[in-house]
């Protein structure tokens, strides 16, 4: 029996895991991919928005808000990159200047930092931006985060506190008695519950659907991306972007965690939630968008182009209880700042589920509150310490990023574990860098079959079924 | 006379090591190696390599990763530890890979089975085949080395798709299909890869992509990746590549580095 169940391991429901996991509450988490952070959370710009782009008076804006200051402390604790580099929203037409001061309005009225500057401030700020640059708002609370070892941070110390973490685990059945669910079934298990949190991204419609609940429509918006080399982010100081319309934040060049150099997204709303390709056309555009505002970039930097779905709702960004069951609580429709705000979700979520009568209400004095941080190889400050640690911090595997046989060991060492080459690269970014994997993937290969003892036909890419070779050559 | 000036070189294949014999007199020269065998893509058996280690006169650091340069010591980490070595100028000399996705313009979903050649050669040498119906995009020295391997791991039919004219013959073998002047434009499937789709507009399906066209330099020490200070670069990206290439790489990267040296000594 648990009191409760999230469902989706994104950066949402892992999120709500870690903020239950100090608690007296006994929790399982569920995700239906073979691992956590498939979705959104896995496919996006990594930017931990300050709230300059939301709007005035929404929960979006109040809980995005609430995250920022909080970062810092945070992400130390999560063992996850974090910068706090601002950003800077660029006009360089006269029509996208017109529009800086009520942007600028909004974001001060969300209680968010904004400047507005002139073209020649913005070029100070960042020294590779347009010279038609014309004005621009900075929001300096803005940070460049690592979302892949958020999400994963928040489930590891979770599952560190005792969170129980399902994975391949998809939920097809929810038993409810009268407007009480009393039962999940997910990967063919059937956990009892007293209370169940619908984090599942883009199948929030179908979670709500099987437990009865409120009625939500969900689809695809796709974003399309580029990936640049890490020489190119690294010369970056700012997050570059356009100037949000009504319907879009446009596309960003925005400089990660490790120094690679991300443009996008596009906005395309879609049917097929499975569908994850890229076309020539909207690699263009973005291309092309991202060369008005930063001419420098050039597409032989480019080292992967991918595209991801963020979950488009009605209603949107809706974390409450539901309107017909008593015990299910909705952390969904969060399309673009699921990771801006998880942290006030998470603590959303905990009160509303407090408001039902769960024990989440009183802190466990035993709880872990950190994760020890992992030494990492790549811009290491005494890398000559690292070897008395553990040899094998001189093996080399992934020279792109300097990614170590040690770091790929504790990838497998974790409370929830790399199982698939995939899995190796969002614990390590091992296989992730210039070459993408053309000289390391051999080694990260002969690494798995070690630390998880598959033979060579079994090596998961992704979900199972996917295998880096095919079985049957002999036969 | 000055002090003895001194050279790193990342690179211990035939281009790095006839770099460092060519320097053998003007510098001491610190080859540095992640592989623990010098030769690279040569090879360590053949005659040229073994010549080469036995005059070059340096100091090889081999299964060593170089991993920083900052225009005076190239900071390198293996078994032993991480160490610093001073140096007056760096060689870049760690080879070449072939082209990736990006780069080829192949566009469409990021399924399993799509893979570089290198990765597909060492997986084949150890039995393992990527596909049994692949499509190998190349027609130069990955592309045939990707096929012979993987027909002696066991595949079945494999499809070269070469975007120019083949640079090396492809195997004599009936499994081998050709197609000169085409190129991949987009991958299909889902879970794994189930076809490709030409520029032209052919579908072939296939249960692996196998990239092996193009050369472009390999460069992984931070601070020397694009416009280091005080380095040269020796990466040779003809294809097919040659013991030849490589050596007048050697040579020409030396004479850089003698130049750059001694521009400094009559300022």
């Avoid at chain 1, 808000?65 to 402390?73: K, L, N, P, V, Y």
């Avoid at chain 1, 020649?120 to 300096?140: I, K, S």
């Avoid at chain 2, 399906?205 to 193009?214: F, N, R, S, T, Y």
């Avoid at chain 2, 020490?221 to 294809?239: C, S």
Wanted: glycine share 10%.
């Amino acid at each position: 029996m648990r009191d409760v169940v999230v469902i989706g391991g994104g950066v949402v429901g892992s999120a709500v895991a870690w903020r239950l996991s100090t608690t007296t509450a006994r929790v399982t988490l569920v995700e239906a991919a073979h691992d956590l952070c498939e979705g959104a959370s896995k496919g996006n710009t990594g930017i931990a928005t300050s709230g300059g782009d939301c709007h005035p008076g929404t929960l979006e804006a109040e809980l995005v808000t609430r995250s920022s200051a909080g970062w810092e402390a945070l992400c130390a604790r999560l063992d996850t990159p974090f910068q706090r580099i601002g950003t800077l929203a660029v006009a360089t037409t006269i029509e996208e200047q017109a529009r800086l001061p009520e942007l600028h309005r909004q974001a001060r009225s969300c209680g968010v930092a904004a400047d507005l500057v002139d073209g020649e401030a913005a070029r100070r700020m960042e020294p590779l931006l347009t010279v038609e640059a014309r004005a621009a708002l900075h929001f300096p609370d803005d940070g460049i985060i690592d979302s892949i070892r958020l999400t994963l941070g928040y489930a590891e110390l979770a599952a560190r506190n005792g969170v129980e973490v399902l994975r391949s685990s998809p939920v097809t059945a929810i038993e409810r008695d009268g407007d009480r669910i009393v039962a999940v079934i997910a990967g063919g298990r059937r956990i009892t519950t007293c209370a169940v949190v619908n984090a599942a991204g883009l199948e929030t419609d179908t979670i709500s659907r099987l437990a009865g609940g409120e009625s939500f429509r969900t689809w695809p918006r796709q974003g399309q991306y580029w990936l640049l080399d890490r020489e190119m982010g690294g010369r970056f100081r700012k997050v570059v972007g356009g100037v949000p319309t009504a319907v879009t934040r446009g596309v960003y060049c925005v400089p990660t965690t490790n120094r690679s150099l991300l443009l996008g997204p596009t906005a395309v709303d879609r049917d097929d939630r499975g569908d994850r390709a890229v076309d020539e056309a909207t690699l263009d555009e973005v291309f092309a968008a991202a060369r008005r505002l930063v001419p420098l970039v050039r597409r032989e930097h480019a080292i992967k182009t991918f595209a991801a779905n963020r979950p488009a709702s009605d209603p949107v960004y809706r974390v409450a209880r539901d309107a017909r069951i008593e015990n299910l609580v909705h952390a969904a429709g969060i399309r673009s700042t699921g990771v801006s705000s998880s942290p006030a979700v998470a603590e959303l979520v905990r009160d509303l589920l407090e408001q039902i009568g769960l024990p989440v209400d009183r802190e466990r004095p035993d709880a872990i509150l950190a994760l020890q941080p992992l030494p990492r190889l790549l811009d290491h400050l005494e890398p000559e310490r690292l070897v008395a640690l553990d040899p094998r911090y001189g093996q080399v595997i992934c020279t792109c990023e300097q990614v170590t046989a040690a770091e790929i060991a504790a990838a497998y060492r974790m409370h929830v574990p790399a199982s698939s080459l995939e899995g190796v690269r969002k614990r390590t970014r091992a296989t992730g860098g210039r070459c993408q994997g053309a000289y390391c993937l051999a080694g990260v290969s002969f690494l798995h079959t070690l630390h998880t003892g598959c033979t060579p036909e079994r090596i998961a890419v992704g979900e199972p079924g996917a295998t880096l070779g095919v079985a049957g050559a002999d036969g | 006379m000055a002090e003895r000036r001194s050279v790193a070189i990342v690179g211990a294949g035939i281009t790095g090591l006839s770099c460092a014999a060519a320097l053998r007199h003007d510098a001491a020269v610190t080859v540095v190696d992640r592989i623990p065998v010098a030769g690279g893509v040569h090879g360590w058996k053949p005659a040229e390599t073994r010549e080469l280690v036995a005059v070059c006169g340096a100091t090889l650091a081999l299964g060593e990763t170089a991993l920083r340069w900052d225009g005076r010591e190239l900071l390198v980490i293996g078994q032993h530890g991480a160490w610093r070595q001073p140096a007056d100028a760096l060689v870049i000399a760690s080879g070449a890979r072939p082209l990736g996705r990006p780069e080829l313009g192949v566009v469409g979903s990021r399924p399993a089975g799509v893979v570089a050649a290198t990765v597909a050669c060492h997986l084949a040498e150890n039995g393992l085949a990527v596909g049994l119906n692949p499509v190998i995009m190349g027609g130069g020295d990955w592309a045939m080395a990707a096929s012979r391997r993987l027909l002696a791991a066991g595949a079945r039919a494999i499809t070269l798709v070469s975007p120019g004219p083949l640079l090396r013959p492809a195997p004599d073998d009936r499994r081998v299909a050709v197609r000169e002047g085409e190129r991949v434009a987009e991958v299909i499937g889902r879970g794994r890869i189930c076809a490709v789709q030409l520029a032209s507009g052919t579908r072939i399906e296939c249960d692996a992509l196998v990239l092996a066209h193009g050369l472009v330099p390999l460069r992984n020490v931070d601070g020397a990746v694009w416009d280091g200070h005080r380095t040269v670069y020796a990466q040779p990206t003809g294809d097919p590549a040659t013991v030849h290439i490589a050596k007048a790489a050697g040579s020409a990267a030396a004479a850089a580095v003698r130049s750059l040296l001694d521009l400094e000594d009559g300022r």
